[in-house]
């Protein structure tokens, strides 16, 4: 597969300029909904610009980080974040990012698709049967949650008041976060996601404080195994430049969005996007199953 | 130490956190833009042209030496962008960009010491520990 780049007549500057424009689009959607913008970057990459795919989960984990930390100086200044369980749940997340990265190439990668593609499938249904409440119905958290004081609270422009909130289920939260970083690692996709839904469907956290506090944690994900990404020259600068710019430029969009929404519309938002990844890991893994043999 | 005081520093420590954030995002940001500036203006890569070859080869996996090389070791990537390389000048933006969070992390250590939180000083340190791992094993 090296040397030649399939079906790619584009010119240098309108690459740069598609790519920036992806960028965009999965920054805002990315600092909406706690995700990274792989989701975007690597179809627009590897779909439309016929980059390879290493290239092209390089380049997601540079929009990962971006929209992470374009996002998250909003959020940690307006107090949305929970750094407390953003911490605590970060100690999964990178050891299992740590994990997978160094297995990657060694593990069946479709096997694992196919594997996160039935988790996503079942938060999709869990989700669609929510209801999308704008805060949780009240409740105690669990004494381990109170212990480990991972309780909350934000201000809620939207609802124009204060949400205070618990958490319960913290070893499943902790287990999740774990599988989160491995896929991360691993395949380069799905942590974001993952995250908010170990948050909001496990943790019973509230979506806005799920989404920002998953936007603040997975640039951290994603940065212990970036520098594996970088060292192996998976970070190709042509792309890298205008995915970055892209994003940071997207995650001001993203971020002044989260402030006025109502939970209800990212609610939505989030089933969309849950549905279409599922479905997309899922026939990426049953294809690489059939395809047999892998290019690497 | 009151509770009050308590929620003023911390106050105080998540503004410095959002303040790393976007100096890091900003400094990664200029660096990137100078380095796409500089490839735009001199059509360079900075190890090969970018008109002759065409987007193909820039993109295509290639051994050192050919069109779509770029440097990977941060020593080269500091030297290369002091020299004005483009592509070396774009890859230490991004190498900004990575030790963002990472930094973000070991301020977060600040916050934690000044909630007098041990427990969370304590695992703070630990996620940084692994992500230098992380960092140390990609290296080797």
């Not at chain 1, 996160?116 to 409740?139: K, V």
């Not at chain 2, 010491?113 to 996620?127: N, Q």
């Amino acid at each position: 597969m090296s040397g030649s780049v399939v079906g790619s007549s584009l010119e240098p500057l309108s690459f740069f300029l598609m790519v920036s424009a992806a960028g965009i689009l999965a920054g805002a959607l990315g600092s909406l909904l706690g995700i990274g913008g792989g989701l975007i970057i690597i179809p627009t990459l590897t779909l439309f610009a016929g980059v390879d795919l290493r290239y092209a989960m390089g380049a997601s984990l540079v929009s990962v980080i971006a929209t992470s930390s374009g996002a998250a100086a909003t959020y940690v200044r307006d107090r949305m974040v929970n750094l407390r369980l953003a911490m605590f749940l970060e100690l999964a997340t990178t050891t299992g990012a740590v994990v997978g990265a160094l297995l990657a190439g060694l593990l069946p990668a479709a096997l694992l698709s196919l594997i996160l593609g039935l988790i996503l499938a079942h938060a999709s249904w869990s989700t669609f049967r929510s209801h999308g409440d704008e805060t949780p119905p009240s409740r105690t958290g669990s004494p381990l949650a109170a212990r480990l004081r991972l309780q909350g609270s934000y201000f809620d422009p939207a609802l124009g008041r204060q949400v205070e909130y618990q958490v319960t289920r913290v070893p499943q939260g902790l287990a999740a976060m774990w599988g989160a970083g491995l896929m991360s690692g691993l395949l380069g996709i799905g942590s974001g996601l993952f995250k908010v839904i170990a948050m909001d469907r496990l943790m019973r956290a509230p979506l806005k404080a799920s989404t920002t506090t998953s936007n603040f944690m997975i640039g951290v994900t994603a940065a212990a195994s970036a520098g594996t990404y970088f060292a192996r020259g998976d970070i190709n600068p042509f792309i890298a430049a205008p995915v970055a710019l892209g994003v940071l430029a997207g995650t001001v969009i993203g971020t002044r969005l989260l402030r006025k929404m109502r939970s209800r519309f990212i609610h939505k938002l989030l089933l969309i996007v849950l549905v279409i990844v599922a479905v997309q890991v899922i026939r990426g893994g049953i294809a690489g199953l059939l395809g047999g043999g892998h290019h690497d | 130490m009151t509770e009050r005081d308590s929620a003023i520093t911390s106050g105080r420590m998540e503004l410095l956190v959002s303040y790393v954030l976007r100096i890091g995002v900003l400094l990664g940001t200029a660096i990137i833009v100078a380095g796409v500036v500089q490839m735009a203006r001199t059509g360079q890569t900075g190890y090969a042209s970018v008109l002759p070859y065409g987007l193909g080869a820039l993109l295509a996996f290639v051994p050192p030496g050919s069109p779509g090389h770029f440097p990977t070791a941060p020593g080269e990537i500091l030297r290369a962008a002091v020299a004005g390389k483009p592509y070396a000048i774009i890859a230490l933006g991004i190498l900004v960009l990575i030790a963002t969070p990472a930094l973000r992390v070991a301020l977060s250590i600040g916050f934690f010491i000044a909630e007098r939180d041990r427990f969370y000083v304590v695992i703070t340190l630990l996620v940084l520990a692994v992500l230098v791992a992380g960092f140390l094993l990609g290296a080797g």
